[in-house]
């Protein structure tokens, strides 16, 4: 009998196995159900061939399954797979096997990041799916994000440039003690040697402004000691020393005037965009974000998944991951999804998408690209006249594409047609009436409340124009609003990878580790879903309060 790595489970662990778990458990069903999962071969552009055997590449990726799938750390996966007999069950282990030092895990995630192999292990899983029809192309599928805070402390500013020129000096007392001790001023050892955090700031602003200028000074002076004749040019390939000299660059500005040099902090204006700026010296890939008045460091994570209905006999598992720093926009990573969902024969029919998604571009290109119907609704149309529904919107003119002019209720024609980008970076079209035109207009204030120039309406290209009309329109009848209410299943999949895995904080740092726990998150995910569909476990039902739930009018 092999297990789920493709090695046969010893007899005496099926025995102990099954004397322990009678009704099976989710590591026996796994192993039972799906059969080999993680071959070795698929692993072996990362390990070597020279020396001694290692530990089984396809064991190490089910424990890393596992290990989400209970929320364990390294530690505690480790003693699963040395004490858990369900665990060596899958694993197809003895009994008495010793098993591994937790530290191999690291080692195992690094290999995986290094050689492009983050998504290989849910990949794999689904294609096993793919061969038992449980997961197919076609069909309909929903997507959604949610935020990922850094595996970092939040700091205000200044805390934030103490910590980044000490983790700098950290990183230079290592790999060359002896050149730093040789310049270095003795009153930056007790000022840098511990936590900038450790001690108390001070709470008057002069004071604050005093250290503030004495640690930007520090830090120039360590960059100009870094980058003279006289030093290593290694130095500067030191990634603290680069993470130095960018948010250096980012947060002060220094002017130096008759041999006075004279620093101070960038104004907000000065600043660079959040999707460039560094937030913390130990995280470089960690962004900033605000969304809906929600403020984070980290990442965004985007869950792809099936969502087919009920009856048609496959479970809903996840079948795409997509992460991204906190500052992209949603609509940026959709191409990417279809893109990748394609590649792996699991393209839906149907993709069910939240606002922040939809484009009138992607609307467009979608069907003709991916064969794919995307579904969600697109922004209203915020018009004062639309909104307050009175007066003269965008649907009360005559647009005449050819001739480039569009014409007004009481008949009037447009001036001015100006091709361009809204805000958005998004081809836009201004159309503007003429101020003698409206001036005279007996209607004036049902359609502008300018006094000085005309009418300005803004569309957007003749086909982006009409489907966002078309989708405006259709988004108000009851069977649009049927169809698209089964997207806010995908809110109770976000919620799952929170709250079984821990998902709201990354566990590593950077982007690519911290993707590919987001990819061991969805395969836990989907092995806790089989596990629940081999069991026929009813779909939860929405939660309502008995508040909610009263029947006022009675």
Not at 452 to 481: F, M, S
Not at 529 to 537: C, K, P, S
């Amino acid at each position: 009998m092999a297990s789920s790595s493709g090695r046969e489970v010893p007899e005496s662990t099926q025995v102990i196995a099954w004397a322990a778990f009678p009704k099976g458990c989710l590591a026996m069903r796994v192993r039972d159900s799906l059969g080999p999962l993680f071959d070795d071969e698929v692993f072996r552009s990362a390990f070597g061939v020279r020396g001694r055997p290692g530990i089984s590449p396809g064991r190490l990726a089910l424990v890393s399954v596992l290990q989400f799938a209970e929320n364990l750390t390294d530690r505690q996966a480790a003693h699963a797979v040395r004490a858990r007999i369900d665990w060596k069950y899958l694993l197809g282990l003895e009994l008495a096997d010793p098993g591994f030092d937790f530290t191999v895990l690291t080692g195992f995630r690094d290999r995986l990041v290094a050689h492009g192999l983050e998504e290989k292990v849910l990949d794999l899983l689904l294609e096993r799916l793919a061969e038992l029809k449980l997961v197919a192309s076609g069909g309909r599928q929903r997507t959604d994000s949610t935020h990922v805070l850094a595996a970092v402390r939040n700091l205000n500013r200044l805390e934030f440039v103490g910590e980044t020129l000490r983790a700098a000096l950290e990183a230079i007392a290592v790999a060359a003690p002896g050149w730093l001790a040789s310049w270095m001023d003795p009153s930056w050892q007790e000022r840098y040697g511990a936590r900038i955090d450790s001690y108390r700031l001070p709470s008057e602003e002069d004071k604050r402004v005093q250290l503030t200028q004495r640690i930007a000074a520090d830090g120039y002076l360590l960059h100009e000691a870094i980058t003279s004749p006289t030093a290593p040019g290694w130095l500067r390939e030191i990634p603290a020393v680069t993470t130095l000299r960018v948010v250096w660059l980012q947060q002060f500005k220094r002017t130096v005037i008759d041999g006075v040099q004279e620093v101070a902090w960038r104004g907000k204006d000065d600043l660079p965009p959040s999707r460039a700026r560094i937030t913390s010296p130990y995280e470089p890939d960690s962004r900033n974000a605000v969304k809906r008045g929600s403020v984070w460091d980290g990442y965004k994570v985007h869950f792809s998944e099936t969502c087919d209905a009920q009856d048609s006999g496959r479970p809903h598992v996840i079948t795409h991951v997509v992460t991204t720093d906190a500052t992209a926009g949603d609509s940026a990573v959709v191409e990417e999804i279809h893109d990748r969902l394609d590649n792996k024969g699991l393209l839906p029919s149907e993709h069910l998408m939240d606002a922040g998604y939809i484009s009138a571009e992607l609307l467009l290109t979608a069907p003709i690209d991916h064969r794919v119907r995307v579904i969600g609704p697109v922004r209203p149309n915020t018009t004062r006249q639309t909104a307050q529904a009175t007066g003269f919107g965008k649907t009360a003119f005559a647009i005449n594409w050819a001739s480039r002019k569009a014409t007004c209720p009481n008949g009037a024609t447009s001036r001015y047609w100006t091709e361009g980008s809204d805000h958005n970076q998004r081809p836009a079209i201004r159309i503007r009436f003429a101020t003698e035109t409206c001036a005279p207009c007996p209607v004036r204030d049902q359609c502008t409340s300018s006094t000085r120039y005309g009418r300005q309406l803004t569309v957007r290209p003749q086909e982006q124009d009409a489907i966002l009309e078309r989708v405006r329109a259709e988004q108000t009848t009851d069977e649009w609003k049927t169809l698209y209410a089964v997207r806010a299943g995908v809110e109770g999949t976000i919620h799952q990878a929170i709250a079984a895995t821990g998902a709201r904080r990354t566990r590593y740092i950077g982007l690519p580790k911290t993707h590919l726990a987001h990819v061991l998150t969805a395969t836990a995910i989907n092995l806790i879903r089989l596990d629940a569909w081999w069991n026929e476990e009813p779909l939860a039902r929405t939660r309502t309060s008995h508040l909610a739930a009263l029947d006022l009018a009675a």
